[in-house]
């Protein structure tokens, strides 16, 4: 197992915060997430959690949240972004993973899923872009999205990170795939 590594951030970038000026932690997700994952599954609409999941979740069972945790931070890895709540406990707001494909070692395939109270912030492309940034730290040259057709908000994210992303129908899905040497630049 690789240890985790900062490396990816770079020094001088800026501490994302929400539009209420609250600042956004990102970090590895690690075993100690797994209360804020259910945490944050529980926080997301039927119709947010079938457009992650295809189908509608409300918990998950310990191996799923052994498997979603237990990242070895090269093949499997995810960032998770909190915030500090008013009363001063953590909040999930999002979570983002990519998983090496086997059979095309520089091909991950990604997920994405934000908490309904943080959508359309720009938590997404935070996290996408700081997800990119780890693939290409470890030799991922390219992110594989499979989405429902009908999910706009992450066809939107995908289609406008990259330059030519390359949209293709594979059954009920679309397949879109982002060359991360095309990423645009952060606006």
Do not use: C
């Amino acid at each position: 197992m690789l240890p985790f590594s900062w490396s990816f951030f770079r020094p001088a970038e800026p501490v994302p915060t929400l539009p209420d000026g609250r600042p956004l932690r990102i970090q590895p997700v690690t075993p100690a997430a797994k209360a804020l994952l259910v945490r944050g599954l529980a926080a997301v609409s039927p119709e947010s959690s079938h457009r992650r999941f295809f189908t509608v979740r409300r918990q998950f069972s310990d191996a799923e949240l052994d498997a979603l945790t237990n990242l070895d931070g090269d093949s499997r890895f995810a960032l998770g972004a909190t915030v500090r709540a008013v009363d001063g406990s953590v909040d999930p707001v999002g979570i983002a993973r990519y998983a090496r494909l086997a059979d095309a070692p520089a091909v991950a395939e990604i997920a994405i899923l934000v908490v309904d109270a943080f959508q359309g912030q720009g938590v997404g492309r935070v996290l996408l872009r700081r997800l990119a940034s780890a693939a290409l730290a470890r030799g991922i040259a390219r992110f594989r999205g499979i989405v429902q057709p009908d999910n706009r908000p992450i066809i939107r994210l995908l289609t406008r990170l990259a330059a030519e992303p390359r949209v293709a129908p594979e059954g009920e899905f679309l397949t879109i795939d982002i060359d991360l040497a095309a990423l645009r630049p952060a606006a």
